[in-house]
């Protein structure tokens, strides 16, 4: 074992910023500017190295350490057999079984890592040893050699001379992936216009979320926000993906609190019935829930990215990362009193996509 | 000693062996490559470990999860949600939890030990960019790393999901909003990801594939290759007396290195274990399935994805009365999500990717480095690592601003507006502020070297000047101090400069005209001849102002 002071020169001389791969070298060339490098410090002697007793001690708590691991997978398997979770259903059973085993299991593991590295650093040498580095770069013979061996085999392979063979591998090879991407095209179907499309239509009836019982009009208090799914739901054949563009929100609040619209959106004015408002759930940035009513200001908010959008100007958006207000949904009262759809969203609910168009 | 060999028994399996896979090469070659120590090293060891546990804990996971949305009617152990339409994602994930004894605290250990996982990839990622370790001849492993730590990230996000549960939905809803964004193909994209519309019937068997075979396998072929490229170059190791560019001071791999680092290998296993033990993560039963309309308020990602979350709240719709999105001849661009979405994290990887090459043309080092560097020697480039974490501290923090906003009782839309401000001035002030710590740790140690230690011992000559006597550092101690190489600036070529050549001499004096140089021994034989000069003091000779004078050290350039 060396443990020796050792100064190792570097008989490559620095050539910063030269091309070569000399290895960098602190006490190199320029020494009369430099330090030396005082070579490694003499070894000092652990006292389980010098004191047969403190080595004897280390041993000992090595040992008794291996032993606690074993108590710990003791701990585990009594837990195991001894707490079943199917008889007690509750989470505070659970949450015992969880802590027993992973208390158990957990210290069994830890202890055998302590009791190895507890004996690697008392009980092992701890004699620094020093290896010497190498070029990573092969000799300029092996380099010259290397570049033959390539040369030779391509000279012999004939790959640069048969150019037909060399041009109809390259060109065969070329269109080989296509079929490797072409095989993904069934991955999904195109998106056609179903972006555009939801449940929504004129006469639909809006009903509960999850349950699917109509609302009259006149349960629709001040201040009262109801989770709306369209009529039917239910028994459409993607009932998930069409509520991911269907979910409503419908809130009332005091007619007169509303802007009015001007202009082309004028006609929205009276979207309302008599200051029950309905708006899609699905925020305009990136499509999560927009389910957070503030009932003192008349906010919406996204609870996923602040998006905040304001029921007083037609929910416009007043903060947050969304750039459209949310789509409202027309709505009326049917001969029966239950609140219906008058007409699907004027345009696509949820998030941005390229081919969506400008936007009201 | 006893041989091996002197046992008959062991000589015939070691002889069998050998003759076929010629293990006493093996053994020759790699038992006793040294290895050297220090507490950073084992940042990379805990990301190592973490995947084991990864495999061991996500292995036994498998064996009751059913990766399907299939929907069903949950008839579990759990309660609350007996009765209720769940797909069967949900519900395997609910009975491991419920009705496999050891399985939730498997889950929690598989939960944990991914959050632990990419944390310790970060952090072995600092380490190695805040000490040079990415220098040649390690470029090409820096960037193998750099497709370990996405790679964690993709396995991260897409076992995530895999519950089904009501908050990773909404994730995923996110990421597919995300993708719809991306000019031109990105609603195709969606579509196809997607098998439909979201959130379809497909996306979770197809991220289960991903998560289980295709990114763990590229994740260990990578991290073979990771470890051979740190087998065939060797560690590299902090300067110190009798460290040097060409050697490996350490322990040889067997017996002590295999001991600690297999002892360590226990400790993170169990530490993991405890941890799932004792601190629930993850409930997934509190969540509910997923369901596009319900959300609960306070929706996090896990840690490693809050950064790309956090960008996203911070991008304002709208600046003034301008909007981030935007249409051109019926075509959406949304710049509010594509910014934060997609170009500020592949701008990040970019960087990431490009700065060992970045360095290398500023320093024009081309030489191999073998030897760390201490953070403090590299001022400029300390300061932007800490520049990039502030940065993707920033982001993060964003992406609690509700949480924060809740439990501050501070306005959600402040703390935005005070988060976004820090985008953009946090970094610089954050470079400039460890650029001069490191500069002033730099002429702290070059005080040290010089004059050694402050002993607080004060002697009063016999003129009645007052002096602290200095005790100087021993050439170990002083070694640790001087061993570093003055930076070099890559000037003007002489003749025509190209435009290039004059952006890199301007970037490479950004990089390297503030520095402290290094302590020479011609300098240390001035201080000590000044220190002597306390001596000649006591008949009365000496200059006054000397002391404050030569504790300045010499930093060259401007930039104060």
Redesign the interface.
């Known amino acids: 074992m060396k443990d020796s002071?050792?100064?190792?020169h570097?008989d490559a001389g620095?050539?910063?910023?030269?091309?070569?791969?000399?290895?960098?070298?602190?006490?190199g060339a320029a020494l009369?500017?430099?330090?030396a490098?005082?070579?490694?410090?003499a070894h000092r002697y652990r006292t389980t190295d010098i004191d047969p007793a403190a080595a004897k001690r280390a041993e000992r708590q090595v040992s008794t350490i291996f032993l606690l691991s074993a108590v710990g997978t003791l701990v585990f398997l009594v837990g195991?057999f001894a707490l079943?979770?199917?008889d007690d259903?509750s989470l505070g059973r659970?949450?015992l079984?969880?802590?027993v085993?992973?208390?158990g299991?957990?210290?069994?593991?830890?202890?055998?890592?302590?009791?190895?590295?507890h004996?690697?650093?008392t009980l092992?040498?701890?004699h620094?040893?020093?290896?010497?580095?190498h070029?990573?770069r092969g000799t300029d013979e092996e380099r010259r050699d290397a570049s033959n061996i390539i040369l030779d085999g391509v000279e012999e392979s004939g790959i640069m001379r048969r150019t037909v063979i060399r041009n109809s591998l390259i060109g065969a090879m070329a269109i080989l992936p296509i079929p490797a991407v072409v095989l993904?095209r069934d991955?999904?179907?195109?998106?056609g216009t179903?972006?555009r499309e939801s449940l929504w239509e004129e006469g639909v009836r809006l009903t509960r979320?999850?349950d699917g019982t109509p609302i009259r009009a006149a349960d629709v208090t001040f201040g009262s926000v109801f989770?709306v799914?369209p009529d039917g739901l239910s028994e459409s054949s993607?009932p998930?993906?069409e509520?991911?563009?269907a979910?409503v929100l419908l809130i009332r609040i005091q007619p007169e609190d509303v802007q009015p619209l001007e202009g082309d959106l004028a006609v929205r004015n009276d979207w309302d019935y008599d200051g029950i408002y309905a708006y899609s759930?699905?925020c305009t940035?990136?499509?999560?829930?927009v389910?957070?009513y503030e009932q003192q200001t008349h906010h919406l908010l996204c609870?996923?990215?602040?998006?905040t959008f304001d029921l007083t100007q037609h929910c416009k958006?007043i903060?947050?990362?969304?750039?459209?207000p949310l789509p409202q949904l027309p709505i009326t009262v049917d001969g029966e009193g239950y609140l219906v759809a008058s007409g699907p969203f004027p345009e696509p609910p949820?998030?941005?996509?390229?081919?969506?168009?400008?936007?009201a | 000693m006893s041989s091996i060999l002197t046992d008959k028994r062991t000589a015939t399996l070691a002889g069998y062996v050998d003759d076929r896979v010629g293990a006493s090469k093996i053994v020759k070659t790699f038992a006793?490559?040294?290895f050297p120590d220090h507490w950073s090293f084992m940042l990379g060891e805990i990301a190592l470990y973490t995947f084991v546990v990864l495999l061991i804990s996500g292995t036994f996971l498998t064996f009751w999860y059913t990766p399907s949305m299939a929907l069903t009617t949950y008839e579990g152990?759990?309660?609350p949600l007996v009765g209720q339409t769940v797909s069967e994602a949900y519900e395997t994930t609910l009975n491991i939890?419920?009705?496999i004894?050891?399985g939730?605290?498997m889950r929690?250990?598989h939960h944990w030990a991914a959050l632990l996982f990419v944390a310790a990839i970060l952090a072995h990622m600092a380490r190695v960019f805040v000490t040079g370790a990415f220098r040649?001849?390690r470029e090409l492993n820096w960037i193998v790393g750099c497709l370990l730590a996405i790679l964690a990230l993709a396995a991260g996000f897409t076992g995530y999901s895999l519950p089904d549960d009501l908050l990773s939905g909404?994730g995923l809803?996110?990421i597919?909003?995300?993708i719809?964004?991306?000019?031109?193909?990105?609603?195709?994209l969606?579509?196809?990801?997607?098998?439909?519309?979201?959130?379809?019937e497909?996306i979770i068997p197809r991220l289960f594939i991903l998560h289980v075979m295709l990114i763990p396998a590229a994740l260990l072929a990578l991290i073979g290759v990771h470890l051979g490229l740190l087998v065939?170059?060797?560690h590299m190791q902090f300067?110190a007396?009798?460290?040097?560019?060409?050697?490996?001071?350490?322990?040889?791999v067997f017996?002590?290195y295999a001991?600690?680092a297999?002892?360590?290998?226990?400790?993170?296993?169990?530490?993991?274990?405890?941890m799932?033990?004792?601190v629930?993560i993850n409930p997934i039963w509190a969540y509910g399935p997923y369901?596009?309309?319900?959300?609960?308020?306070?929706?996090q990602p896990d840690w490693y994805i809050l950064f790309v979350?956090g960008a996203?709240?911070?991008?304002?719709?709208?600046l003034g009365p301008i909007?981030?999105?935007f249409?051109t001849f019926?075509?959406?661009w949304?710049l509010?999500?594509l910014l934060?979405?997609a170009v500020v994290p592949g701008l990040m990887i970019m960087a990431l990717f490009a700065y060992p090459w970045v360095e290398q043309w500023l320093s024009?080092?081309?030489?191999?480095?073998?030897?760390l560097d201490r953070p403090r020697n590299k001022p400029t480039r300390t300061g932007l690592g800490v520049a990039a974490l502030v940065f993707y501290v920033v982001m993060a923090l964003a992406a609690t601003?509700?949480l924060v906003a809740t439990h501050f009782h501070i306005s959600?839309?402040d703390m935005?507006y005070v988060l976004r401000t820090l985008f953009f001035v946090g970094p610089p002030l954050a470079f400039w502020v460890t650029k001069r710590v490191c500069l002033g740790l730099q002429r702290r140690d070059r005080d040290l070297a010089l004059h050694g230690r402050e002993t607080g011992r004060i002697v009063r000559t016999a003129d009645g000047e007052y002096f602290e006597v200095h005790e100087p550092l021993d050439?170990?101690e002083?070694?640790n101090l001087?061993?570093?190489?003055a930076d070099?600036l890559?000037p003007l070529p002489t003749g025509k400069a190209s435009g290039l050549d004059k952006l890199r001499a301007r970037m490479s004096a950004f990089f390297f005209e503030d520095r402290i140089e290094p302590?020479?021994?011609?300098e240390l034989e001035a201080a000590h001849a000044h220190d002597d000069g306390h001596g000649r003091a006591l008949e009365g000779d000496t200059d006054p102002h000397a002391v404050s004078a030569s504790g300045r050290g010499s930093e060259t350039g401007h930039g104060h």
């Open positions: 002071p050792t100064t190792e570097n620095p050539s910063h910023g030269g091309v070569g791969t000399d290895l960098a070298a602190p006490e009369d500017n430099r330090f490098n005082p070579g490694l410090p195991y079943p979770i199917d259903k659970l949450q079984s969880t802590m085993l992973g208390l299991l957990g210290f069994a593991i830890f202890l055998i890592g302590i009791g190895l590295v004996w690697a650093k092992m040498p701890d620094e040893q020093i290896e010497l580095r070029d990573i993904f991955l999904g179907p195109l998106p179903v972006l979320d999850p989770h799914i993607h998930i993906e509520k991911a563009k979910a759930k699905i940035h990136v499509g999560c829930p389910a957070l609870p996923c990215h602040q998006s958006v903060f947050g990362p969304a750039k459209r949820g998030p941005s996509y390229w081919e969506r168009g400008a936007s | 006793r490559k040294i152990s759990y309660a939890s419920f009705d004894r050891g939730l605290l929690q250990i040649k001849p909404n809803r996110i597919s909003g995300v719809q964004a991306i000019p031109v193909v990105g609603t195709y969606a579509f196809f990801i997607f098998g439909g519309e979201f959130p379809g497909v065939l170059h060797k300067p007396p009798g460290r040097t560019n060409t050697n490996v001071v350490g322990y040889p017996p002590v001991a600690k297999g002892g360590f290998f226990f400790i993170v296993f169990g530490v993991v274990v405890l799932a033990a004792v629930t369901d596009p309309s319900p959300i609960g308020a306070g929706t979350d996203l709240r911070l991008m304002p719709g709208w909007p981030t999105e249409t019926g075509y959406v949304s509010n999500i934060p979405g024009g080092d081309t030489r191999e480095h073998h030897l601003n509700d959600i839309n935005t050439v170990y002083r070694w001087v061993q570093q190489e070099q890559v302590v020479t021994p011609a």
